[in-house]
């Protein structure tokens, strides 16, 4: 298991060849199952603690989905949120980046969240694909508040 500092310097932000090992978790069907694994840990862990069943009206900014998406090699977290009634006009509903994983080596992920600064925060590197789990079900910096 290769870590991103046992590679040498010169090739960083360049073209690198994979190991036979990390190029299996970089294939669509590695993606796969790292997905389905985050999305298991939020359906059973974040959903039922995040996500309130109401009668009645929403609060604004109130979160009613969360789901998992693919860009490049990141795995983001994102909540969708209640619009409702601003200044007298109807907004309409909308999504907020809350955590990623960013896979960076064969079962190696960075955990970040998103700041209110607009960017992301790295609060875990290196990490196996276990413990970058248990920021999914556990309170954490990533969940969406």
């Known amino acids: 298991m290769a870590s991103r500092k046992d590679r040498k310097e010169s090739f960083r932000d360049g073209w690198v060849k994979l190991t036979p090992e990390e190029a299996k978790w970089y294939s669509d069907e ?10 298991q840990a939020v359906e059973h862990h974040m959903k039922p603690q995040r996500i309130k069943n109401r009668v009645g009206r929403d609060e604004y900014g109130e979160v009613y989905d969360l789901y998992t ?45 998103f700041r209110h600064t607009d960017r992301w925060w790295t609060i875990d590197t290196d990490c196996s694909l276990k413990k970058a789990l248990k920021y999914f079900q556990e309170p954490s910096p990533i969940w969406p508040w």
Do not use: C
Not at 30 to 39: A, E, P, R, W
């Open 69 to 113: 998406k693919w860009h490049g090699n990141n795995l983001i977290l994102i909540a969708k949120r209640r619009g409702g009634r601003s200044l007298g006009r109807q907004v309409e509903d909308f999504e907020t980046k809350s955590g990623r994983l960013m896979l960076v080596g064969a079962d190696l992920f960075d955990v970040s969240y």
């Open 30 to 39: 590695g993606k796969q199952f790292i997905k389905k694994k985050v999305d």
